[in-house]
Structures are given as C-alpha cells and as structure tokens.
C-alpha cells in the first residue's frame, strides 16, 4: 500500500506486514539525479505575469536559441530572460516537491565550501550523512558548475523533512555557514544562546532570568509607605 510519496521517481515504497509498517528503500539512479545541477532562482520584472514575480523557482539551464532560461515553477516550464531573473537568493530558501517529499534549500556561497579544507570537508561530508541516518533521509549536496551558490536536497516522508531540516541549519552553523529556514523553528539551545547576550551601544549585554518586580505598598488614601 503506498504512501502519496511512494513513486519510482522518489525510490521510496512503504508495504504492511503483519499489521505493522516499514519503509523498503529502493535505490534508483534516476532519482538520486532528479534534482542534481538544479538551483534556485528568483523572479523579478515580469509585467506580462506580474503575480510571478519574487517566486522562487528551479533553473533547468540556459537555452541558447531562445536566449532565455528554463524555470521550473508548480511543476510547469517556464522560458525567462536573464533580466528577470536572480541567480543568488537568500541562503535558507526553501523549495518543496514531489508532494512535500522532497525539499530544495539554498545554503551559501559556492566558495565556502571550495574554501574548506580536505579534512574539514569529509566532516562536513560525515555529518550530513548521520543526519540522514537519524531522520531516515537521504541528504545530497547539491553544487551546480559556475553557480555562485550551493544547496543541499533532503528526501523522505514529509513529516520528517522540518526536524531534519532545522539540524541541518545547526550543522551548518558548526562550520560558520548560517542561514534561516522560514517555517522552521530554532532549536532550544539557539534560542537561549540568542536570548543569553544582546548588544546595546556597542557593548554586549548578558541578560539575565526574569525577576518579579518590587511590590509596592500604599496607604489607604493611594500614597507609597
């Protein structure tokens, strides 16, 4: 019995047995490469579909005769000209598919990671491949030939792809990488960390616990003792 997100293209069934579900994986080449070479873009300036733009879309590549590029948007093709178009987003971007089984979040600069070290990069390399162990997802960096920025692509079932999703951000946090994921919360230990220091005037602040504050005690006619 499959779930909406057991599809060939996805490689993901889920079958009953004994009363009782489990997830069989099938590793299927075509759908490690769906997503491979595909970066987000954003779209500005159109004025024959104005409701367009600021969407964030996948860019399918230039097409030379045409001299526009081919966005994905709602599972549609859509030839755009280079002027409409924004080859670097926000890092944290985010881009649902395949009914929410697949997402699409843009991380950074292409440089930083060519700026890492060997070793550094294998542990960077190591640690996406936990998370994927731990949510049972399959994480695959994606690093697109000239781009300027890279995302990663995190498949699963859609109710494991937030609690992943905000894991991946700490992780990439560890390695000076940050970015924010509309939608998905901060972890506890980020929101005390912020919650710790605030900076006033330059100087940074400690705040503490929050304290009740002094009661006040008045006479009968309103005036303070």
Not at 106 to 131: F, I, P, W
Not at 188 to 216: H, I, P, Q
Request: proline residues 3%.
């Amino acid at each position: 019995r499959p779930t909406n997100c057991s599809d060939r293209r996805f490689g993901r069934f889920t079958v009953a047995i004994c009363g009782g579900w489990i997830q069989l994986h099938i590793l299927c080449n075509a759908v490690q490469s769906r997503m491979a070479g595909l970066a987000a873009v954003r779209l500005r300036g159109l004025k024959a579909a104005p409701h367009l733009n600021d969407r964030l879309g996948l860019c399918h590549g230039f097409v030379e005769e045409t001299g526009r590029w081919q966005v994905e948007l709602d599972g549609e093709i859509k030839a755009v000209k280079s002027d409409n178009l924004l080859q670097s987003v926000e890092p944290g971007s985010l881009i649902f598919l395949e009914n929410r089984c697949l997402a699409h979040i843009t991380v950074g600069r292409t440089a930083l990671l060519d700026q890492m070290d060997e070793e550094v990069r294998e542990t960077l390399n190591s640690d996406l491949y936990a998370l994927g162990e731990r949510f049972d997802v399959r994480v695959e960096l994606n690093i697109v030939e000239g781009w300027p920025q890279f995302s990663v692509l995190v498949r699963g079932v859609p109710e494991q792809l937030p609690p992943s999703l905000q894991d991946l951000r700490a992780i990439f946090g560890h390695y000076d990488i940050a970015f924010n994921v509309e939608g998905i919360r901060k972890t506890t230990e980020e929101e005390e960390a912020e919650a710790e220091s605030v900076e006033v005037e330059g100087m940074e602040v400690k705040s503490m616990g929050r304290r009740e504050g002094r009661r006040v005690i008045t006479d009968r006619y309103g005036r303070s003792r």
